[in-house]
């Protein structure tokens, strides 16, 4: 139940939320989010780790950087978890700020995309983004 618990109240936060819905598909990484929930670095990073204390993401290094991706469905704490992704998704399908974040992070990727790799690479040091092949297909939302 303590589980279950932790999960409920990780995604009591409208910003955590925001962030669950922008890691489907994909893992970011924390500079992306931060610019996406125009929220200071520590506040998001303290988002994230509340997020991932309660399993529900898990973070990957890549060299020096961190990227953050839910956690797939067979590393899940609790058999709820899934049912619980599965309600946020089709309760919000409709939300205005959820369709105002995925314009958004779009627009950031295709942003850091269309800077190429020097640009991408003197800017922000490392990739906004890594796409997760096939996370549709095992139903993580």
């Known amino acids: 139940m ?9 995604i009591s936060d409208e910003n955590r939320v925001r962030i669950l819905m922008a890691l489907k ?12 929930l125009n929220l200071a670095p520590s506040t998001t990073s ?7 204390q309660a399993r529900l993401i898990e973070s990957v290094k890549d060299g020096k950087f961190v990227y953050y991706r839910l956690t797939m469905p067979e590393s899940r704490n609790h058999p ?11 309760m919000l399908a409709d939300s205005p ?3 105002a974040d995925a314009a958004m992070l779009r627009a950031i990727i295709d942003r850091g995309e269309q800077a190429g790799p020097e640009a991408k690479a003197a800017s922000t040091g490392h990739r906004l983004y890594r796409h997760v092949p096939g996370i549709h297909a095992i139903g993580v939302f």
């Not at 303590?2 to 990780?10: E, G, H, P, Q, S």
């Not at 709820?80 to 089709?90: I, K, N, Q, S, T």
């Open 2 to 10: 303590f589980d279950f618990l932790t999960a409920i109240k990780a």
């Open 25 to 36: 598909g994909k893992e970011l990484c924390v500079c992306t989010l931060t610019e996406l």
């Open 46 to 52: 303290k988002h994230l780790a509340i997020l991932k």
């Open 80 to 90: 709820m978890v899934e049912p619980l992704f599965r309600m946020m998704d089709g």
């Open 97 to 99: 700020q959820l369709a």
